[in-house]
């Protein structure tokens, strides 16, 4: 896949583009890519994202935007995975927000990235004070030589599929009607940091994932499985809270210990399955006390484990 920062002056060539945030890439934005990747093949022209960082409502209302479900580099990595050849990151500022909706029509879409084919979902707005539309498109669409398609809503489970669903699915540590809104099980990913050592000294060591953002979707003690650590995924036990119990006060960190495994996991970059949610992140009295909670987590996270073993022979292809 092919990364393009900013918006070229004339494009290269035509393209079929969808325009979006695409946090998450849930289920409704893979179904949009299968139609962008339908469209790209008919017309033979690459299948073009378009897509914003910072999120505008971060930076319009940093305080009031919402938690993100996935860091820039995840974000990227699934569009690619979902067959995308090229996205265009454009940096969301003041100038790019002052953009009238009929220039970003002339500028962005037709000049810049050359679409002949754009697909939109259908509350698709753009342009300054957010004025453009999908009617405004289609108006000058023709003159443009662009084809214009409007994406229905996806349901599941009669529920609109959106990343607002899932931000909700997960604050509430619903995660298997999480991972049918996303398709796949919820992630996190980063690098192994250093951390203060406290999990070794209290017998259960961890690793320490660096998170991009510092509001994570969901929070508490986890079954988790861990990819990169290892020829195939770890089972695991997480934590990601503030942990109230040795800090005061300070910034989530997410701390995975993995069962029966021994090694140095510092610097590799991993990613963090959630499976399932045993309790609420709780502060303890003293080191000993939480030393018994960790224990109890770690034999609540292999309980779970056998469970799943022994369903496996009724779910062909599931693997744990």
């Given amino acids: 896949m092919r990364l393009t920062r900013g918006i070229p002056a004339a494009a290269a060539g035509p393209s079929a583009l969808t325009i979006g945030n695409f946090d998450g890439v849930h289920l409704g934005h893979q179904a ?23 999120h505008p409502r971060e930076f319009f209302a940093p305080d009031k935007a919402p938690t993100r479900l996935t860091s820039l580099r995840e974000k990227l990595e699934l569009l690619a995975d979902c067959g995308i050849e090229r996205v265009h990151l454009c940096r969301f500022d003041y100038r790019f927000a002052q953009i009238s909706a009929e220039e970003f029509i002339e500028r962005v879409i037709a000049r810049g ?29 023709p ?42 099980a919820y992630s996190i990913s980063g690098r192994v940091v250093r951390g203060d050592g406290l ?4 017998g259960f060591p961890t690793a320490n994932v660096q998170m991009k953002h510092n509001r994570p979707p969901l929070g508490g003690i986890f079954a988790v499985r861990l990819h990169g650590a290892a020829a195939g995924p770890l089972r695991g036990v ?18 995975v210990h993995a069962l029966d495994f021994e090694g140095d996991l510092y610097r590799r970059h991993v990613r963090v399955e959630f499976l399932n949610k045993f309790r609420d992140e709780e502060k303890y009295a003293d080191l000993a006390t939480l030393t018994r909670k960790i224990a109890l987590d770690v034999e609540n996270a292999r309980a779970y484990f056998s469970r799943q073993d022994a369903k496996a022979p009724s779910n062909a292809g599931v693997k744990f």
């Fill in 32 to 54: 949009m890519l299968a139609e962008l990747r339908r469209a790209a093949g008919r017309l033979g022209v690459p299948a073009c994202v378009l897509t914003f960082e910072p």
């Fill in 238 to 255: 997480a934590s990601l809270g503030v942990r109230p119990t040795v800090r005061q006060q300070g910034t989530p960190v997410l701390e």
């Fill in 143 to 184: 003159r443009l030589g662009l084809e214009v398609s409007a994406m229905a809503s996806v349901m599941q489970d009669r529920e609109r599929v959106s990343s607002t669903a899932v931000r909700k699915a997960l604050a509430a540590g619903e995660l298997a009607r999480a991972e049918r809104l996303l398709g796949r």
């Fill in 113 to 141: 990235l050359g679409a002949r084919w754009l697909l939109a979902g259908d509350d698709f707005r753009f342009g300054a004070r957010r004025a453009g539309d999908l009617v405004m498109l289609k108006q000058h669409a």
């Fill in 199 to 202: 999990g070794r000294k209290l």
